[in-house]
């Protein structure tokens, strides 16, 4: 019951992830990352397990993926640990480009994947394959645009091509969404912003990305010039004011 966006840009060094679903509290089960803070390194990767999620398949990717395993070999190392492996959706891009995905068999149809040069478009529980192929023409549409418009825009993509839903039930609202990025100028991401339990998370996701940009200096001044910190501390209570 979700569709899910990541896409890395070794040329720009970002990498990140967005994903809405109907899934309340998403967020303790996904995604996955590893070696991305406080230092972006090559070997950076962002995992989204799916469908019938068992996160625990995330952190064994990264595992075996840490230890030598190669794509060609992951996909059989993850079912000898997994009894349930044909449940699951599971896609994995690195900080250099590379990608995995799998969608098992019964994974809560329709479920599908489109894989491209640094990025992979995936979902499940949908009414055909249009909001997955929405996703991937608009992460190649705004490859120019920094991560994170690009990654709202294919999810804001997938919803407008119909979003989660089953052709005997209808469109499945979103309740949940995030968006995670990572660029290596800071040991923190970039951006990082979930709405939960929330009746229009998509439309609130792009707001608050667009506001909490403003953290970005309080958050430096911050880490690396603390006596200045209430000289730019003001923007806080600016966004607070603009919320009551």
């Known amino acids: 019951m979700t569709y899910t966006v990541i896409a890395s840009n070794?040329?720009?060094?970002?990498?990140?992830?967005?994903?809405?679903?109907i899934t309340i509290n998403f967020g303790r089960a996904f995604p996955v990352t590893r070696h991305l803070v406080p230092e972006l390194s090559k070997d950076g990767i962002i995992v989204a397990p799916m469908a019938t999620v068992h996160p625990q398949n995330g952190h064994r990717l990264c595992d075996?993926?840490?230890?030598?395993?190669?794509?060609d070999e992951m996909e059989s190392e993850l079912e000898k640990h997994d009894k349930d492996w044909s449940w699951r959706q599971i896609g994995a891009v690195t900080a250099a480009g590379e990608t995995w995905v799998r969608t098992g068999t019964n994974a809560w149809n329709?479920?599908?994947?489109?894989v491209a040069d640094g990025s992979i478009a995936m979902g499940n529980y949908m009414d055909g394959p249009e909001p997955v192929q929405a996703m991937a023409r608009a992460l190649e549409e705004n490859r120019n645009e920094c991560m994170d418009e690009r990654l709202l825009r294919a999810l804001e993509a997938a919803k407008a091509a119909g979003g989660q839903g089953q052709p005997d039930i209808g469109p499945i609202p979103e309740a949940w969404a995030m968006i995670q990025t990572f660029n290596g100028k800071q040991p923190w991401p970039s951006v990082d912003v979930r709405v939960d339990f929330d009746v229009g998370p998509l439309s609130k996701?792009?707001?608050?990305?667009?506001?909490?940009?403003?953290?970005?200096?309080v958050l430096h001044t911050m880490s690396f010039d603390p006596s200045k910190t209430f000289d730019v501390y003001g923007v806080v209570f600016d966004m607070y004011n603009a919320q009551v």
């Open 10 to 21: 070794p040329d720009t060094n970002e990498i990140g992830i967005a994903s809405t679903t």
């Open 64 to 71: 075996l993926r840490d230890s030598g395993v190669s794509w």
């Open 110 to 114: 329709h479920a599908s994947h489109v």
């Open 205 to 217: 996701l792009r707001r608050l990305v667009r506001q909490l940009k403003n953290m970005d200096k």
